[in-house]
Antibody, heavy 122, light 107 residues
Framework: QVQLVQSGAEVKKPGASVKVSCKAS????????MHWVRQAPGQRLEWMGW????????TYSQKFQGRLTITRDTSATTTYMELSSLRSADTAVYYC???????????????WGQGTLVTVSS | SYELTQPPSVSVSPGQTASIICSGN??????ATWYQQKPGQSPVLVIY???KRPSGIPERFSGSNSGNTATLTISGTQAMDEADYYC??????????FGGGTKLTVL
């Protein structure tokens, strides 16, 4: 079955960077884009960006431009999300979520990874 | 930027119908998606393309979208349906937006 397994929890100091991985299995990795979504404690889901399935093209939310990098390793069927210049407001659970295919308006996300808690604290 | 607004909470008695709304400017011109999130768990897709239900999602879940409002309806609500529900839409072709979420309480 389709499965997304994320890396474990991280604790980082302000100003540092964090890199979270998302290992995919059960489907053809290059046929589907991958999105990253985060959720601060008690807050709404917040879309961060995506990487295409068939190439390395990425699209980022304007909010994270300059701080966010999404990459992938096709041979390892793994997608990575790196966020730099961390601050306390970045403390959140970070999710990867598979697109239904090539990202187009109206698409949906399923399944989602189990989430990775990133805590930013001095 | 595009915004989606949901009521913070909705309460329903077991067996009754719950309606959760999501409001956005001309939302009916876009596709609405709904996710269910239980405490400590990842979101799960329950409705896509306004009205479609993924395999494995009970028939009591349905959706509609018209004008400025999308609605998630749960008929014959069960205790297991108690969760947070989020609507989602696209702003243009590159930005994804989520609503603030609605906590459904089954009393």
């Amino acid at each position: 079955q389709v499965q997304l397994v994320q890396s474990g929890a991280e604790v980082k100091k302000p100003g540092a960077s964090v890199k979270v991985s998302c290992k995919a299995s059960g489907y053809t990795f290059t046929n589907y884009a991958m999105h990253w979504v985060r959720q601060a404690p008690g807050q709404r889901l917040e879309w961060m960006g995506w990487i295409n399935g068939g190439n390395d093209n990425t699209t980022y939310s304007q909010k994270f431009q300059g701080r966010l990098t999404i990459t992938r390793d096709t041979s390892a069927t793994t997608t990575y999300m790196e966020l730099s210049s961390l601050r306390s407001a970045d403390t959140a659970v970070y999710y990867c979520a598979r697109d239904r295919g090539i990202p187009v308006a109206g698409n949906w996300f399923a399944p989602w990874g189990q989430g990775t808690l990133v805590t930013v604290s001095s | 930027s595009y915004e989606l607004t949901q009521p913070p909470s909705v309460s329903v008695s077991p067996g009754q119908t719950a309606s959760i709304i999501c409001s956005g400017n001309k939302l009916g011109d876009k596709y609405a998606t709904w996710y269910q999130q239980k405490p400590g768990q990842s979101p799960v897709l329950v409705i896509y393309l306004d009205t479609k239900r993924p395999s494995g999602i009970p028939e009591r879940f349905s959706g509609s979208n018209s004008g400025n409002t999308a609605t998630l309806t749960i008929s014959g609500t069960q205790a297991m349906d108690e969760a947070d529900y989020y609507c989602q839409a696209w702003d243009g072709s590159t930005e994804v937006v989520f609503g603030g979420g609605t906590k459904l309480t089954v009393l």
